[in-house]
């Protein structure tokens, strides 16, 4: 750890106001920029980011930070966010199932059909990039890498998209059909 990192720290725990402000006007336009590469939600990044700098002031007594601030920083933001993706993975995984069946099943009544053709407007209504993406995945079944690589971008953009594309059917098939249940 660099001298001047270890006087940051210092005057943090010291709980210097002036140093603690200067350090957030500093890193927080970066670390914004930095979490939206991951989470594509600036409400949401805006909460990791300052989450880690109330994190940091409430528990400065404790500090234990053996690498540069900076790289502390940017590690516990990005930490935030995969946790953030993690945590919405898990809960959306289970609720698109059903429309997974829905859009996969050949076999289905009239109720169904007209439900179907609901959910393929709302799908064909995303911004055509996160439509494309979100049919690749649960129409084709392709993997999230096979996509990223088929259109020549990240993979954390591909699970960015399916997400925004997940929250989006929500709302309007929310709307549209009054189905809770569904996403």
Not at 90 to 101: G, M, T
Not at 131 to 150: C, G, H
Request: glycine share 0%.
């Amino acid at each position: 750890m660099r001298i001047e990192d270890k006087l940051l720290v210092n005057e943090i725990q010291k709980r210097n106001k002036d140093v603690f402000e200067a350090l957030f006007h500093d890193y927080y336009p970066p670390l914004m920029k930095f979490a939206e590469g991951f989470v594509f939600d600036v409400e949401v990044c805006e909460d990791i980011v300052q989450n880690i700098f109330v994190h940091i002031w409430e528990q400065a007594e404790y500090l234990n930070i053996t690498t540069s601030f900076k790289s502390y920083l940017y590690k516990a933001v990005k930490n935030r966010c995969l946790n953030h993706l993690r945590s919405l993975k898990i809960e959306d995984k289970h609720q698109l199932l059903y429309l997974e069946a829905c859009l996969n099943d050949s076999n289905v009544d009239l109720d169904d059909t007209e439900l179907i053709r609901k959910i393929e407007q709302a799908i064909n209504e995303l911004p055509p990039k996160m439509a494309d993406i979100f049919k690749l995945k649960y129409v084709e079944e392709n993997s999230v890498r096979d996509i990223a690589t088929q259109l020549n971008i990240s993979e954390n953009t591909i699970k960015t998209q399916l997400l925004r594309a997940k929250d989006k059917l929500r709302v309007t098939l929310r709307e549209n059909l009054n189905l809770n249940f569904m996403l």
